[in-house]
């Protein structure tokens, strides 16, 4: 076996089910959806109603973004989501069972929630590219979040092996200090670099600003050219967009509901197509997945973890994992209809990446979490036979000028609201990181009040074209 480059693309808040649980029919094999599980909705006025998994034979752009409000997605409510606590009054261990009565009990929002939204799934025909990779390689059904929590949780398990003890986005908890992935590849003489489109979550790493010039790149500028060029670094961490654009005409192509997935598909496609067309497809291991669930539908209850240690503020102690999430993974190393797995009882999650990295590269573990992880290297094949498709076609949907101008007027989301109080924490370029990090720890991190997705985004890219020196 003989990689030399891997490339991470996550995206966000999509479960197992949700996407890809009918890939295959569900058997022992493939745990996916037999397309009768359910939750229970228990009304405020004492009535219940069964809601079934569901989809929507439409493609249309209502389809794709389903669901429509945002689900709940911070600590509170996956735990809601998980066990049915607050819903049922019991006390019990995972049911799996509490996603529509967490979803009916958010705020109420424009549309009104539908209880059947969070029961949602998309079928191969409506996610055509990520079905596709996951049948010409691999899939997981067995990779979970690294924790029940929210989106920056589960971004910092992926780079840093922990959360720090923190379960939601916020409050801001700046500065972030956490020893990386990357400062143990740069130790190690190995190279690195973080593509993004507008600002990467990775960038509230303090650890990370010393070297910003050298290893942040946008990814329209860069990541096809260096996959062209043979120039990928030993780990190449891609990052969505996050925020619509109207001075570029973009959404976002994250998938966070209520995106459109079909943005996602399209970056999926790009991501796949470069690498495969480019002069180190023999030696390269692509990973597909997602933060978190995001509050969509999965049946598979989350098992213990190992603890990554350190200190829980907000008395979680991180003891099992968070609900299952899409796992891809391409390669000449993995054969064709795949359905990959530990061999252990321990899930695939995050830090098996961590865990993958460290055992190609000869580094150290960073935390009690990846130590435990499972690699992916064992269940990839000893001689790269499988090239797979030569390329990925995704449905081609530009958006409309209204489109966009509709998106930038809504409020952000809570991610994007903390992406917007991430780029208000940052050193702009050449100032003394080490003093700029005992400021941000002698005083609360600031929250803007952008009362449009259009605001924060433009206040985002003022604070990244000042963090990166650019005009």
């Known amino acids: 076996m003989d990689i030399k480059h891997v490339v991470v693309l996550m995206l966000e808040n999509r479960s197992f089910d949700c996407m890809l649980g009918m890939l295959y029919p569900q058997s ?57 606590i607050a819903a049922t009054g019991g006390t019990g261990g995972p049911t799996m069972g509490g996603f529509v009565d967490n979803y009916m009990r958010q705020p109420a929002a424009a549309p009104a929630a539908d209880p059947y939204a969070v029961m949602h ?15 010409a390689f691999g899939v997981s059904d067995r990779w979970h979040a690294s924790a029940p929590c929210q989106t920056w949780p589960n971004r910092f398990f992926v780079h840093t092996g922990t959360a720090n003890g923190f379960v939601n986005n916020a409050p801001p908890q700046f500065p972030y200090t956490m020893e990386t992935i990357f400062n143990r590849l740069e130790s190690a003489g190995r190279s690195w670099r973080i593509y993004f489109h507008d600002i990467p979550q990775s960038v509230t790493l303090s650890r990370l600003w010393a070297s910003t010039l050298t290893n942040f790149r946008f990814f329209a ?23 619509a654009d109207q001075s570029s005409n973009t959404l ?6 209520p995106h459109n997935v079909a943005y996602g598909e399209a970056l999926i496609a790009s991501v796949y197509n470069a690498l495969r067309s480019g002069p180190a497809w ?7 997945t997602y933060d978190e669930h995001g509050g969509c539908y999965d049946h598979v209850a989350p098992p213990p973890a190992t603890p990554p240690g350190g200190d829980t503020p907000d008395g979680f102690g991180f003891d099992y994992f968070g609900v299952r999430v899409p796992a891809v993974i391409v390669s ?3 054969k064709a209809g ?47 036979g499988n090239d797979g498709p030569p390329a990925i076609v995704a449905p081609a949907i530009p958006p409309s000028p209204a489109t966009v101008a509709k998106a930038v007027t809504k409020p952000p989301n809570d991610l994007q609201v903390s992406l917007a109080t991430a780029g208000m924490q940052l050193p702009t370029a050449g100032a003394k990181i080490g003093a700029h990090i005992q400021r941000l720890a002698s005083v609360p991190s600031a929250v803007p009040s952008h009362a449009t997705v259009g605001d924060a985004s433009a206040a985002v890219a003022a604070h990244m074209r000042a963090f990166l020196g650019r005009p």
């Open 221 to 243: 500028d860069h990541f096809a050219t260096d996959a062209a060029a043979g120039t990928l670094p030993s780990y190449s961490f891609i990052e969505p967009r996050y925020f």
């Open 28 to 84: 022992d094999e493939f745990d996916g959806l037999a397309g009768t599980e359910s939750n229970v909705w228990h009304r405020t006025d004492g009535t219940q109603q069964e809601i079934s998994v569901w989809r929507d034979p439409d493609l249309n752009a209502t389809a794709l973004c389903i669901p429509d409000p945002d689900p709940g997605e911070r600590f509170t409510d996956i735990q809601m989501q998980i066990h049915g």
């Open 252 to 257: 976002p192509n994250d998938e966070h509901p």
């Open 121 to 135: 799934y998309f079928t191969p025909d409506q996610v055509p590219v990520i079905s596709q990779l996951a049948r």
């Open 338 to 384: 795949s359905i990959l797995r530990p061999s252990g009882l321990t899930p695939f999650d995050h830090t098996s990446i961590l865990a993958t990295l460290r055992k190609l590269f000869g580094l150290q573990a960073l935390t009690a979490r990846d130590a435990a992880a499972p690699d992916l290297l064992d269940v990839l094949t000893p001689e790269p």
């Open 332 to 334: 000449p190393y993995v």
């Open 282 to 288: 023999k030696n390269t291991l692509l990973v597909i």
